[in-house]
């Protein structure tokens, strides 16, 4: 047997189509997990917005020109720094594109993985 009879065996048993084992399928289970979720996401946002205030107190006991903040619809904080003389915007961190782009790109995770569709 020549060494091209013997690779193209080779080759065929090894581009061969093997049987298909199916993977076990699991049912997705619909339970209190997502209400739970719901619920712990709601403390945190509460504990944020409790903890925004009170470094708000204690910045204006400072006497500094930084503020902070919560964005509930993306569910993070931010923080702003003004002149405090004229009240004008310094710097917002992040900045509020920033948020915009966060907040629509919720939206799209939303649509995209929507229960619905």
Same mark, same amino acid.
């Given at each position: 047997m020549d060494i091209f009879s013997a690779t193209s065996k080779q080759v065929e @048993?090894? @581009?061969a189509p093997r049987a298909q084992t199916q993977? /076990?399928?699991r049912q997705v289970e619909q339970s209190s997990d997502a209400t739970k979720s719901s619920q712990d996401s709601k403390v945190v946002t509460d504990q944020? %917005?409790?903890t925004v205030k009170e470094l708000n !107190?204690?910045?204006e006991t400072l006497d500094t020109n930084v503020t902070f903040g919560f964005n509930d619809k993306i569910d993070a904080m931010?923080? %702003?720094v003004m *002149? +405090? %003389?004229t009240g004008r915007m310094i +710097? !917002? $961190? /992040? @900045? *509020?594109e920033a948020m915009t782009l966060a907040e629509r790109m919720k *939206? $799209?995770?939303?649509? $995209?993985?929507d229960k619905k569709g």
């Open positions: @048993t090894a @581009t993977a /076990p399928v944020l %917005s409790d !107190k204690q910045m931010f923080v %702003s *002149e +405090r %003389s +710097r !917002k $961190i /992040p @900045t *509020e *939206e $799209i995770v939303g649509m $995209i993985f």
